[in-house]
């Protein structure tokens, strides 16, 4: 069985493992002040052209989320997100375990706040029976796949700074948006966002997410904050030693581009076979329409998720690649879908 | 410059690598449902002697003890530790920020609770003006390396029966207790807590704790609070994949074994100087007191921690072995601070 | 100018002033254990046809809301209410400061929640990545004045229990609609809801809410909660006092009958007049649709609230009775609206 | 039976209830912008001496202290109190309920916190892995009837200014205390403050206190974190009236007055009778110390708390006067006082 199912399903990038290995028994400072951790942040500040930017490193996306939303927000105020966000949905309401309100607002089928979306709730949330918006979260790639365009998120930027809000970017899947919009850059992005994640998890590592803090109003004792959560790790060396890696030897990036080289392969292929997209093949999550009985004998052979019913005879999935897919299961799933797809035409 | 500062200061048993290397490109399912994980598991409830014990692995110390305490405790109820106790302390006050209270009690040099301790603290809390006293937390070995007897486990086991509350073993450094004291295992752990967690970081692993609940009512939903807390790890391989190493290979006992050899012979070597010591050495964390030249001397070679003033002239440290200590390292050790002891006591 | 904002914008019925000055110099234990709350509740429980049901009195809705669902549910239960629910968007936050997610299921004009709307949350929250929905939120009267039916209370509970979900009823209006619909009494709601609570401050006392818990299992440690969320008061008889009258003089009743008079015939009289109404008026909250000169020119003479814009020329208003509402007033404001429009229709 | 037990046992000052009743029918906003707390808090920002402290009015103490707190401290950052502090023994967890550890410094037998105590806490708090000590909360007078001297509080102002630190003052009882001391004022409390509140409750009202923000970095959007914690009153003009009342009327200073005399008055009568006391009497609490079967004679007749054993025969009580204490009752327990000693010394 070949798994299609997401980008964390293998363990990491070899290069990353063999760090791990060759400073195994150099003895080091924990709780993330050992040199490794030192050098990786020196490193992502030179990416991001900012040698103020504050950064921390964190095993996980909702754990990284939460530490930031946390040590932003005042008890009454709340951060915006769109419907589909991840911290919406899919973190147990972790943000709320904290004691703010998750806002959602209403996002199409590309999974994207908009600015008029984010003024509609500052401009219906107007005194203290309500709480306060304060911050704003977007996902780039979106939970959906889709990417914003720098317009997009200069224009989201725009309204947060019309409104008073922060802007915190999620970026579990930062690297596929990098791979998948050229105009976009890891210092742009921290031109953009007040704070913001750099996926390693779902990229290369085994864990590890790089936490970015550029507005220095945003950056005091965030340390703190991460130890109340569990968030610093006694042998911080696990996340300096891959984030080094993942940067240095530039694995970051070309993960990113592996999988995305193979999601578009995947896109193009199935478009040429006829099929249709839920939404537009953007990064390395795509959502192809099958005929239910196509989708079932290829779940036979390859794992993957349904993702939605378009009506009674075709579902919508999601196919997902990473810095491990081989291009050569991706043939064999496109032959397999040809096959099919051919079979179910005939019929 | 050789570290005796803590026992995470190197990386992993090299076994721990090497199963993470040989497993690294199999695909698996996320978030702890993956064969290594259930694999783990299974080993450990072996360990246990106790098929019902439900297991979770998360990626640290206070996340365990904070998700575990989170998800036990209703509002007005409170957690009772030593006052030297970790969540008491150093944990930045994480079981606070779930909204539950510690109540300290007073504890001697070794940092133990003792069931009187705990009744007190049980008779004052009378009425709804006041928290709810329902969970003990000590730490096996405790923050100041001593070691509860079975006795002493026993003795509480019935005070909480008695008053009605639960016990929590936070085992950071079970692995040390276990090879502490021969009468100790894992099974007795077992019968004895209602939850406790196997420390792995500071035995062997990168990263990793093994959360057992034994008490079924505590079970339920246990999965749920770790995503909240950000304690499902997407590659939750990579914590199945240690366990299962630590314990299929022996390595969580041999590592131990290491750690507590090492200290040994060391508190031996210093007693054979005339080395006081704050506490009775009985794991692998030791407390020598040393004139303040020596400490001072000692530390130009040695990475170690300066624990208390004794007087005007002499300082308790804490040296403290690991899973990678080499004996070659405390011989040296030795040599040096006889050499300097006796400089000293000719001065 | 008369108000006709809300049903807060008095006093007390005079005769609960008067009990209070009555006893006021009778010394009584604090915190509510005195006299007048014991006779207030064994007073209510009567109402109820249940003498196990648990009272406490509290000072606020909110606070009720609070209490009752922090108490009932575990870190990772999540409440599920309208968009229009009083906790979902007018308690700052409340409930999501105390941890938990409020679920907001889309709800029509008349703000009420079904069991269709329930149960779609409850089959899309699947597994540990999301809250488990456990707790039901509705109110009655709604916050749009409508008024659940027995017909509909039956089917809600037949849900909740159905789909394991305990049901809570926000009563800050509850005599309103006690008043509305001759088939509800507190009786049949203590049967329907596992918890609710009885408005005071919005049905003739100065302040005071009366929760009611009527699940067994829900009843253990209540009083810890609300002490610790500060809502025992040290002079409960406040409280006690004021809710013995309410029903031992029948002063709840008579006074929710009054602002409902007094809406119905408001009602009428604007029906009469030829007005449109956003929603059928039902309670002491009516809705009706005047051009916006005419709501301008009203609002010289009366305070109300404007709720919503239908369209470039007219405008839905709020308009609310209380148990102090004087039918004097309503015949003036019918008086001058049936000028007002006359005026308008004219030109 | 006569009530010692505390000042909380009988309803409000007369005049408050006249108010109350004059001013029912009078329609007013809502939530605490009536026109009676509007005039309120300008009264008492004249007894401040500064019209830029902000005042808002809540019904109880630990709502007081528990919306201040949560107001002011960041996730990471903790209160330091006295170890008989109110929020540290008797508020059931509600400050932990927020997430903040209240860091206990041990007090004597007066309960007072000191410079050195505070700073030996901020000099042990070093780094990340402990709480934040941000804020110092005193209790004024004290939880055992203890008074702070000016010299006190100017101390204790100092080592906050030089430690960093914010100074709350819990003033459930500072009527008492400026009762006790007349160098004490309001004046003289908002300069020394930058929080604190006037206790309404024990002193003359049916609920309230009046929370007092001198510091202006502390004001912004205190009002939504009262609705969050539901302290937001929705017939905030009870609170208005009753403060108006207090102030207008002194009604607060005569209140507190009656209280302390009748307590001198009693702690006079008993020294001539060659009672001891467990602290000196300061205050409207005063603590002589009994044999205990006169104690058990006496409290047939007045009711009183039993506070503490002194050994196997004789124990401290606890006494409290309050605006409502009349001399008569103070007289005929000095009477009944000094037979039941005579007895006790001849037998």
Redesign the interface.
């Given at each position: 069985m070949?798994?299609l199912l997401?980008d964390?399903?293998?363990?990491?990038h070899?290069r990353i493992?063999a760090l791990?290995?060759e400073?195994?028994?150099?003895?080091?400072?924990?709780?993330g002040e050992d040199v490794y951790s030192e050098q990786a942040k020196a490193l992502i500040q030179q990416h991001l052209h900012n040698e103020h930017a504050q950064i921390h490193l964190v095993?996980?996306?909702?754990?990284?989320n939460?530490?930031i939303i946390?040590?932003i927000l005042?008890?009454?105020e709340?951060v915006i997100a769109a419907q589909s966000g991840h911290i919406a949905?899919?973190?147990?309401?972790?943000i709320?375990?904290?004691?703010?309100?998750?806002i959602v607002a209403p996002s199409g089928a590309d999974g994207k706040l908009t600015p008029e979306s984010i003024a509609d709730i500052c401009h219906s949330h107007t005194d203290?029976?309500?709480?306060?918006p304060k911050l704003v979260y977007i996902s780039q790639t979106t939970e959906n796949g889709s990417v914003y365009t720098v317009d997009e998120l200069t224009a989201i930027r725009a309204c947060c700074d019309a409104l008073g809000l922060y802007l915190h970017i999620d970026g579990a899947r930062l690297g596929a948006a990098l791979a998948a919009n050229k105009a976009l850059s890891l210092a742009l992005i921290a031109q953009i966002a007040d704070v913001f994640y750099i996926g390693g998890?779902?990229n290369g590592a085994?864990?590890g997410e790089a936490i970015v803090i550029v507005n220095s109003d945003l950056q005091d004792?965030f340390?703190?904050?991460?130890?109340?959560?569990?968030?610093?790790?006694?042998?911080g060396?696990?996340l300096g030693i891959q984030f080094l890696g993942l940067f240095e030897d530039k694995i970051f990036f070309e993960s990113a581009q592996n999988a995305h080289a193979n999601a578009m392969y995947l896109a193009e292929g199935l478009r040429a076979l006829g099929c249709e997209f839920l939404t537009p093949p953007q990064s390395n999550q795509i959502f192809p329409i099958f005929p239910n009985s196509v989708m079932a004998a290829l779940q036979e052979q390859f794992a993957f998720y349904t993702w939605q019913a378009m009506d009674a005879e075709r579902s919508a999935v999601r196919l997902v690649t990473s810095w491990?897919s081989d291009i050569e299961n991706i043939v064999l799933f496109l032959q397999q879908a040809e096959t099919l797809l051919n079979e179910y035409s005939v019929s």
């Amino acid at each position: 069985m070949i798994s299609l199912l997401n980008d964390y399903s293998e363990g990491a990038h070899p290069r990353i493992l063999a760090l791990l290995t060759e400073h195994n028994l150099a003895q080091c400072a924990g709780y993330g002040e050992d040199v490794y951790s030192e050098q990786a942040k020196a490193l992502i500040q030179q990416h991001l052209h900012n040698e103020h930017a504050q950064i921390h490193l964190v095993s996980g996306g909702t754990q990284a989320n939460t530490v930031i939303i946390k040590s932003i927000l005042r008890p009454h105020e709340a951060v915006i997100a769109a419907q589909s966000g991840h911290i919406a949905v899919h973190e147990t309401g972790a943000i709320e375990a904290t004691g703010h309100k998750v806002i959602v607002a209403p996002s199409g089928a590309d999974g994207k706040l908009t600015p008029e979306s984010i003024a509609d709730i500052c401009h219906s949330h107007t005194d203290e029976h309500m709480v306060k918006p304060k911050l704003v979260y977007i996902s780039q790639t979106t939970e959906n796949g889709s990417v914003y365009t720098v317009d997009e998120l200069t224009a989201i930027r725009a309204c947060c700074d019309a409104l008073g809000l922060y802007l915190h970017i999620d970026g579990a899947r930062l690297g596929a948006a990098l791979a998948a919009n050229k105009a976009l850059s890891l210092a742009l992005i921290a031109q953009i966002a007040d704070v913001f994640y750099i996926g390693g998890t779902k990229n290369g590592a085994l864990i590890g997410e790089a936490i970015v803090i550029v507005n220095s109003d945003l950056q005091d004792a965030f340390r703190f904050v991460m130890k109340q959560h569990g968030a610093l790790l006694a042998k911080g060396r696990l996340l300096g030693i891959q984030f080094l890696g993942l940067f240095e030897d530039k694995i970051f990036f070309e993960s990113a581009q592996n999988a995305h080289a193979n999601a578009m392969y995947l896109a193009e292929g199935l478009r040429a076979l006829g099929c249709e997209f839920l939404t537009p093949p953007q990064s390395n999550q795509i959502f192809p329409i099958f005929p239910n009985s196509v989708m079932a004998a290829l779940q036979e052979q390859f794992a993957f998720y349904t993702w939605q019913a378009m009506d009674a005879e075709r579902s919508a999935v999601r196919l997902v690649t990473s810095w491990a897919s081989d291009i050569e299961n991706i043939v064999l799933f496109l032959q397999q879908a040809e096959t099919l797809l051919n079979e179910y035409s005939v019929s």
